[in-house]
């Protein structure tokens, strides 16, 4: 399990220590300098971890400059106790607090490493948080990554182990949908072959009904050959209709001038009528009366009396025809432009008097003429009212 550590805390900025002095003296290490940017900051006993032939090593400053209290720019004193020869140094940190500390330069009166490079008195030096507390912090980071690296080899392996559980898992999953699939197979083996069964009578079906397309196409050609006789014959109806009403119409104009000549003739049996009647009275009245039989002739010499009486008249001119006369109506002779209805014949159409002084007017058409024209118009109209019926049909 990872340990959680506070990371180490950072020096303050702008914090800087000029060092005027830094040899041995005495038996002692002694560093002389002076502290700039650390207003209201709290001093510890100085500590002094150098770094010879490879070994760290630090001191605790002694007890003789304590407080160790630093103001801004003044002179600030610690020495730490040294037995022993001077040796040469490879590193050197003065740290002051938790969060101060600065690396001084190699102490005079001492060999020196080719390697480092020495540093001028009185340069001043930036502060950074102690070595020691960043090799603390390093290891603590070490070992919390390695709790973290252990925590993750634990968690992979009870990671493999629930992979192998469910591998063995999967396993018997893959037997089980193994068995089931082949299930399945023979299954859909059988559906197969139901559908083929399926498709088969789909098919006779389809073949069925294909016939009974091709007879309902053969229907619809004969039920279109009898729609175009249909229509033919109806086109021919159509014509036979057309030519009845030309014929209908031609004799409705024959019809019409049939009346417009008969109108005619009444008026000028009218006129004649009117004029046969102003000369039937005046004929009359101009009529002399008959003359008086003459004596008879006296009867020849020599031949008594009733010779003469019992013989025949002399033959002599025939008496002229008495023609019948129409009967004029009561309350005397017609007036002028109208005749008497008992005059007009049934045909409605007259000609001039059969004679002088007849009153007789006889018919342009003769008797029969009508007993005939009825059943010919009669037809006339029949096969007319056929064929619009057909026309409308």
């Avoid at 490079?117 to 070992?143: D, I, T, V, W």
């Avoid at 252990?150 to 990671?159: K, M």
């Avoid at 003359?291 to 020599?302: D, I, L, N, S």
């Avoid at 009669?378 to 019926?389: G, K, R, S, T, Y």
């Amino acid at each position: 399990m990872a340990v959680s550590r506070d990371p180490p805390t950072a020096a303050p900025p702008g914090v800087s220590f000029e060092v005027e002095r830094f040899a041995w003296a005495d038996g002692r290490l002694e560093v002389i300098g002076r502290w700039y940017g650390i207003r209201g900051r709290r001093f510890l006993r100085p500590t002094l971890d150098v770094e010879v032939d490879g070994s760290p090593r630090r001191m605790l400053a002694v007890l003789e400059h304590k407080p160790w209290a630093a103001d801004d720019g003044e002179e600030w004193v610690a020495a730490f106790e040294w037995p022993g020869e001077p040796v040469a140094m490879a590193a050197a940190e003065l740290a002051v607090a938790p969060e101060l500390a600065v690396e001084l330069p190699p102490p005079s009166g001492a060999p020196v490493k080719r390697s480092r490079r020495a540093r001028a008195a009185g340069e001043k030096l930036e502060a950074r948080p102690p070595r020691a507390q960043a090799l603390e912090a390093e290891l603590a980071a070490a070992r919390a990554e390695i709790e973290d690296l252990r925590g993750q080899l634990a968690a992979e392996q009870r990671a493999r182990e629930r992979r192998v559980e469910q591998v063995e898992a999967l396993r018997e999953e893959s037997a089980t949908a193994r068995t089931e699939a082949e299930a399945e197979r023979d299954e859909a083996v059988r559906a197969r072959d139901q559908a083929i069964e399926a498709r088969d009578a789909v098919l006779a079906g389809r073949d069925e009904l294909v016939a009974a397309r091709e007879a309902a196409a053969g229907e619809r050609d004969e039920a279109v050959a009898a729609r175009d006789a249909a229509l033919g014959e109806a086109a021919d109806a159509a014509k036979e209709r057309d030519n009845a009403v030309r014929r209908r119409a031609a004799l409705e104009t024959e019809l019409t001038a049939t009346a417009k000549a008969r109108d005619k003739a009444r008026a000028e049996r009218n006129e004649w009528m009117t004029r046969a009647g102003a000369t039937v009275e005046p004929a009359a009245e101009r009529r002399a009366p008959e003359p008086a039989r003459r004596p008879e002739a006296e009867p020849a010499a020599g031949r008594p009396a009733a010779d003469a009486a019992a013989a025949p008249p002399a033959p002599g001119p025939d008496p002229p025809e008495e023609r019948p006369t129409v009967p004029l109506p009561k309350g005397g002779p017609a007036p002028a432009g109208r005749i008497p209805k008992s005059q007009i014949p049934p045909g409605g159409i007259l000609l001039p008097p059969t004679g002088p002084g007849s009153h007789t007017r006889r018919s342009i058409l003769p008797g029969w003429a009508p007993r005939v024209l009825a059943p010919i118009l009669l037809v006339i109209l029949v096969v007319v009212i056929a064929l619009l019926i057909a026309w409308a049909i």
